[in-house]
């Protein structure tokens, strides 16, 4: 009886686990749909497309194999655009991370106007920089522009930042700097703030007297986790650069200010040649996901999660 019992309830245990299973595929089932058509199904498109001499307009295509491939690492503009998006991320992602964890300390030290100076260097991070653009453009006039009035009061000749070609992907960074301190900022922000303030008390008992002693001994280890998601941010948010770019330069002059995301747009919706711009698209999500891979290999080992 009792073995007739046992088998009565694992059954219907069994049982409950295969509703409860069907339960959480069914609730589920809406974000996987949209996960497929949304993110799934165009990398699968841009895939096969970049097989292909699909040009927009045409209702025809043929499959060329790896000939988009073989033909981006003879193309000048493809390699002068990889180039620069990796000067861009070089300047931006670190002075970028840097600046953040210390206006983040800056803040978290002053307790009066915490929340105001909070709100003043997020602006950027809400701001259109479609509208700012224009306010940059000013600041940066070879002319009018109060950054080269600056330069003159010193008698130093001001460039034309943003219309020489050795001066425009510097001016552009500074931009992208301006655009992800204040995001970096926040999330440094978060970090210290879960930091258990005992540990700066043990840290002065034994012997920690200084705000720097203090900050490498406990500040700087604690912020492990929550530097390499500042790392991982700010290096995609680099490489992704497109909007100042267009707005600004247009990728001149004479390329020195076209990067990845512009040759692409320019390949794809300006020359309609989807095929090879979809060639290109597979090569910088190749570039990110390689990246991610090696600060996760790299970076994960020095974190310690508590």
């Given at each position: 009886m009792s073995s007739v019992t046992t088998a009565g309830s694992i059954s219907a245990a069994a049982l409950h686990r295969r509703s409860e299973?069907?339960?959480?595929?069914?609730?589920?089932?809406?974000?996987?749909?949209?996960?497929?058509?949304f993110v799934l199904l165009p990398v699968i498109?841009?895939?096969?497309?970049?097989?292909?001499?699909?040009?927009?307009?045409?209702?025809?295509?043929?499959?060329?194999?790896?000939?988009?491939?073989a033909h981006l690492f003879s193309d000048r503009t493809f390699r002068k655009s990889l180039w620069n998006t990796t000067l861009y991320t070089a300047m931006v992602a670190p002075v970028s991370i840097a600046l953040g964890l210390g206006v983040a300390l800056?803040?978290?030290?002053?307790?009066?106007?915490?929340?105001?100076?909070?709100?003043?260097?997020?602006?950027?991070?809400?701001?259109l920089i479609v509208a700012m653009a224009t306010v940059w453009q000013y600041i940066f006039h070879p002319t009018i522009g109060p950054l080269n009035a600056l330069l003159s009061l010193a008698g130093i000749p001001g460039p034309n930042w943003l219309g020489a070609s050795n001066t425009v992907l510097y001016s552009l960074s500074i931009i992208g700097v301006w655009q992800s301190v204040g995001f970096n900022m926040v999330l440094f922000l978060a970090g210290l703030t879960a930091i258990p303030r005992e540990l700066y008390a043990a840290a002065e008992v034994d012997g920690a007297k200084s705000a720097l002693d203090r900050f490498f001994l406990?500040?700087?280890?604690?912020?492990?986790?929550?530097?390499?998601?500042?790392?991982?941010?700010?290096?995609?948010?680099a490489v992704k650069v497109f909007e100042t770019v267009k707005m600004l330069t247009d990728g001149g002059p004479n390329k020195a200010s076209e990067v990845l995301l512009f040759t692409i747009y320019q390949e794809g919706f300006v020359y309609m040649r989807v095929g090879y711009a979809s060639a290109m698209t597979v090569v910088f999500l190749a570039i990110l996901v390689v990246l991610m891979f090696l600060q996760y290999r790299v970076l994960d080992r020095r974190v310690h999660y508590t």
């Open positions: 299973d069907r339960t959480a595929w069914l609730l589920a089932l809406p974000a996987i749909v949209l996960l497929f058509l498109a841009v895939i096969f497309l970049g097989f292909t001499d699909f040009e927009l307009g045409y209702g025809k295509f043929r499959i060329v194999g790896f000939e988009n491939y800056l803040i978290e030290g002053e307790l009066r106007a915490r929340a105001f100076f909070r709100t003043v260097y997020f602006l950027p991070v809400a701001s406990v500040t700087w280890p604690m912020l492990g986790p929550t530097t390499l998601f500042v790392v991982t941010i700010s290096i995609t948010n």
